[in-house]
């Protein structure tokens, strides 16, 4: 326990420094680097009031509220650069966490839970990865649709701003219906046979509230230094935005979710990272479409034509991958090449 307020006392003060680094006009290197330390401290705090709260509830509630906390920076990454007219960075920012999260780091969390696993598979309940994949597929049709439209030029390409509208409708009413029917099934946990949490039930939902909203201000501190550090290194803006973004803004499920399944809760951990794909795709896209109905330029459904096949053929191997229930260090393995081969393409764009 001692330990526990040691390192949230430190991530507090690295925080702070991010805070100090940006408004004092500390130079941009810096200023990343300090934001990429308090971003993996925030993910840290997250994976352990996380564990907490999973020792009362089952790791469907657990899953959710941990996502939602850790999709906050994305959501205010897309605003901010909504308002600054920046819609190339909302939509990379967008794609590049369902792809860091779908691919990335379920590989990373896959190939812990397999090492961890006494005969080299992680074994886990098959509902969500299925679920999840139906919610992708459904947001990649809306997506393809739109781009075979747009790329041959038809009458409904005229009017993408409100089919886009349309299908964040529809996308979000059938989050709705799975989320509902979802939390309806979840298990809690036995008393009996909890370990029994180390802390207090509010204290691990304020920490889980605080590190939430801290990695929001972190992730807009890291965003505002991220392209004069890229542009001093030579990163190329699309590499930075769908690959270095995406991972230091899912640096909360890249913590959680291996730290999970090293611990052998296999089922939360990929609810932990299950639940953020679909929040992303069918939930924080849809919903990231219409608010920004409210500024000067529209976020809408259509994407270039590499990253709308990159995009269901990631929700195709999600299917293949994870919905038997089970899988091993080679399919995780895979799913981390997948992501290798789209960062390296996305160089190069």
Known sequence: MRRTWIVAILVAAVTFGAGIAHFGGAPSLLTFGIATLALAGLAWIVAFATEQVGERFGPAVTGLLQSTLGNLPEFFIVVFALSAGEIVVARASILGSIFANALLVLGLVIVAGAVESSDGVMRFQQRLPKDNATLLILASFLIVVLGISVSTGDKASHHITAISVVGSVALLVTYGFWL?????????????????????????????????????????????????????????????????????????????????ALKGDADLAISVVKNSVAQIAAFLFPALVLVSLLFET????????????????????????????????????????????????TFYE
Not at 228 to 246: D, N, Y
Not at 302 to 317: D, E, R
Not at 324 to 341: P, R
Request: hydrophobic share 60%.
């Open 180 to 260: 509902f029917d979802y939390l309806r099934s979840d298990t809690p946990v036995d008393a009996q046979e909890a370990r029994g949490p180390a802390i207090p039930l509010w204290l691990a939902l304020a920490l889980l509230a605080a590190a939430g909203v801290g990695a929001a201000f972190v992730a807009d501190w890291f965003i505002e230094a991220l392209s004069p550090a890229m542009e001093q290194i030579g990163v190329p803006k699309a590499f930075a935005g769908l690959v270095i973004v995406a991972i230091a803004g899912n640096a909360v499920e890249n913590a959680t979710g291996v730290v999970l």
């Open 298 to 345: 529209p976020l809408t459904f259509s994407i270039a034509p590499v990253y709308i096949g990159a995009l269901l053929l990631t929700a195709l191997a999600l299917w293949q991958i994870t919905g038997d229930g089970e899988a091993t260090k080679f399919e995780g393995v895979a799913l981390i090449a997948l992501y290798v081969i789209l960062a390296v393409l």
